[in-house]
């Protein structure tokens, strides 16, 4: 089921992760001293599940402990 930008940075912004702008749209998720890019493409833009499972596990994460299970 695709998954909304701000829903997934909320998701881990509540984890402890930081959020800082990045280049083109995007946002650059920080935790744990891993980095992942979530793009934001505009207000219907949607993640794909293989794109968030990507960056889930770029910051060590599962869908579980962000609540998307």
């Given amino acids: 089921m695709p998954?909304?930008?701000r829903i997934l940075?909320?998701?881990i912004a509540r984890l402890g992760g930081d959020i800082?702008?990045?280049k083109g749209g995007h946002r650059v998720v920080v935790y744990r001293d891993r980095k992942a890019s979530i793009p934001f493409h505009g207000k219907g833009f949607e993640l794909s599940d293989r794109l968030v499972d990507k960056i889930l596990k770029d910051l060590?994460?599962?869908r579980k402990d962000v609540g998307l299970d």
């Fill in 60 to 62: 060590t994460l599962s």
């Fill in 9 to 11: 940075v909320a998701a």
């Fill in 20 to 22: 800082r702008t990045g």
């Fill in 3 to 5: 998954t909304k930008p």
